[in-house]
């Protein structure tokens, strides 16, 4: 390692964004790590994006390649993936290495902590030399960092044991880095003292940790390059960086205040959907009800009968736990209940890849339950845009007596990104289909708006209009059970027609990245935005000018969506799956020449996979 003269020239590159790769054992940390740092650039201005990659273990053994954990988050200005590759690679151990040098850049910087590069840790991650850098044909510049010793000089004296000691190395790191990318040492202090608010003697020991890598750094300043992060022009306000499951949560707050009607969640716990309950449950103070339930269907029956007494009923989940919900989702169908059934997509089928994103459940969404069972499909499409879709979600749900899927997933509902904390003005009052007073007289429980077709809600023990609702096939005008085939058939259609005049009442499709010149649109939903608009770019700037449309409402489709197909001569549909939104388009706009770009990996996009297919497309 060389240690350079405080008086030595630092070099410093400016540059528009920069992702670094925070990868090691489970334990090691790096999800926290990766938070604080990206937090703090967050609060300098910047964009920023992450991907938690988790491994899918449990608790693998520590040092083997089955354990490593990684963080990536790209910093910068117009910032929208965590990149395809990393600028810094920041390696724990010789399992890390190996797992993440494929992510670094030509010409990038690894930092590993050279203490634990030794024979046992080489074994572990199955090198067969003692020279990893090496034998891994890696280029790259290598800073050798004794993380381990700095930080237990770093706390001699404070009498923590040695395992205590080696939990805050992830802390040293952080220090480092903030001095590489002149982040302020002091709001990364300010965060973790909010960390361990309750645990002084822990929060005081993580902060000279802290001061050790910062120093540290200063002191190898001339022997590797320090970085200048680009910042956007931004709006004033407060800003934090958030992750899609609590922008979620927040999202259904907000629905909750603007429809004045008390939100409660029945959920139980899934990966990666469980941080909902997790922050629904913190809001007491706000009037929410959040219950765990003892298994997924009594989670959303629990919502269903919250809806019927009321409150805005929501439930959390991921694949496996939106086939169990189904039956109950078709009561909610049938008893035209307001509720909001959130899934956040994992790779399937089965159990498969529970720490893994995929866009999977798509087709479970729009058809997974028996008879004619139709109900609105929305997708956010970034962590933040999750706050305004689960507002929009409940805002459809309870002015259209309809239950509503937001299908989420694992990259953008356990990732973050910069969020300017929205002004309460900014969303529009929902409006509750309370029964109007000049029919309360002849009122049924069926009896419908004639714009909407929604049947007016009337909450038990509010008003005196008792009703019957229920999974039995009803009288069109009664609301009384039936068998007859023509009052079937005629509620059957009433509901089919109820969820396509929704189209009215939500945005047109949106083009970006759109010319006179284009021929091509590349089509997207949900959470791959990010990669797809850096494509379509990136594309433009190549001279192949081609525009995007991310769809965020699946069913139904926005009203301009056959024009907008309408407009160019090839479609390109890129999504996580083996084409399943292709298939739905396809199904509806037969005419439209409607072509794939799909991956089942249970990783997001690269960037460099959407431009490649594009090209193939169109050679």
Not at 342 to 366: C, M
């Amino acid at each position: 390692m060389n240690n350079m003269e405080n008086s030595a020239p630092a070099r410093v590159r400016s540059l528009e964004k920069v992702a670094v790769r925070f990868s090691g054992d489970s334990g090691d940390g790096m999800q926290l790590a990766g938070n604080i740092f990206t937090n703090v650039s967050a609060g300098l201005g910047n964009s920023v994006s992450t991907f938690p990659d988790y491994p899918a273990e449990i608790r693998a053994p520590q040092g083997s390649l089955g354990g490593v954990s990684g963080f990536q988050v790209s910093v910068g200005s117009h910032v929208h993936t965590p990149g395809d590759q990393c600028d810094v690679l920041v390696a724990m151990n010789p399992a890390a290495l190996k797992q993440g040098y494929k992510f670094l850049k030509q010409g990038g910087v690894i930092i590993i902590d050279s203490d634990s590069f030794k024979e046992d840790g080489f074994k572990k991650a199955k090198f067969l030399t003692d020279d990893p850098i090496k034998e891994l044909g890696i280029t790259a510049q290598v800073v050798e960092v004794p993380v381990t010793t700095l930080t237990k000089a770093a706390l001699e004296g404070t009498g923590m044991d040695n395992k205590a000691m080696l939990k805050c190395r992830n802390i040293f790191v952080l220090g480092l880095l903030c001095w590489l990318f002149d982040r302020p040492e002091e709001s990364a202090r300010k965060m973790l003292r909010e960390k361990f608010a309750k645990k002084p003697a822990v929060f005081e020991a993580n902060s000279s940790v802290l001061r050790a890598g910062y120093d540290y750094g200063h002191n190898i300043h001339a022997s590797v390059s320090t970085f200048r992060i680009d910042t956007d022009e931004i709006r004033p306000g407060v800003y934090t960086d958030i992750k899609g499951n609590e922008a979620t949560a927040w999202g259904l707050i907000m629905a909750s205040e603007k429809s004045g009607r008390p939100l409660f969640l029945g959920s139980y716990p899934i990966t990666p959907a469980t941080d909902i309950l997790h922050e629904l449950a913190k809001r007491k103070d706000l009037g929410v009800k959040a219950c765990q339930m003892e298994d997924e269907i009594a989670g959303v029956c629990s919502a269903i009968g919250a809806s019927f007494s009321g409150s805005l009923g929501v439930t959390s989940t991921s694949g496996p736990g939106l086939a169990l919900k189904g039956e109950a989702i078709g009561l909610a169908v049938m008893a035209e209940l307001p509720l909001v059934v959130i899934d956040v997509q994992r790779g399937g089928p089965s159990t498969g890849l529970p720490t893994k994103t995929e866009q999977t459940d798509l087709n479970q969404a729009l058809y997974g339950r028996n008879g004619e069972s139709p109900l609105v499909v929305v997708a956010p499409t970034s962590p933040t845009n999750c706050f305004d879709m689960a507002f929009e979600a409940s805002r459809i749900a309870i002015e259209h007596m309809t239950p509503v899927i937001l299908l989420s997933d694992a990259f953008i509902g356990n990732g973050s990104s910069a969020w300017r904390i929205p002004e309460a003005s900014d969303y529009p009052e929902i409006r509750v289909p309370y029964v109007p007073e000049d029919i309360r007289d002849s009122w049924k429980a069926y009896t419908r708006n004639p714009d909407t077709l929604a049947r007016y809600w009337a909450i038990p023990g509010r008003d005196a209009l008792p009703h019957r609702i229920g999974g039995l096939e009803k009288h069109v005008e009664t609301g009384a059970i039936t068998t007859d085939p023509a009052h079937h058939a005629k509620m059957v259609e009433i509901r089919r027609e109820k969820i396509n005049r929704v189209a009215a009442d939500i945005p047109l499709q949106e083009v970006l990245c759109d010319s006179p010149q284009a021929e091509t649109l590349l089509i997207g939903w949900g959470g791959t935005f990010g990669h797809l608009y850096t494509a379509a770019e990136e594309l433009n700037r190549e001279g192949i000018p081609v525009a995007l449309a991310q769809f965020r409402y699946i069913n139904p489709l926005p009203a301009n969506t056959a024009e907008l197909l309408s407009r160019y001569k090839r479609i390109i549909v890129a999504e996580l799956n083996t084409g399943q939104f292709a298939d739905y388009l396809q199904a509806r706009f037969p005419k439209a020449d409607i072509r794939r770009i799909n991956k089942v990996e249970g990783q997001p996009f690269l960037v460099a996979e959407i431009i490649n297919g594009v090209k193939s497309h169109l050679s």
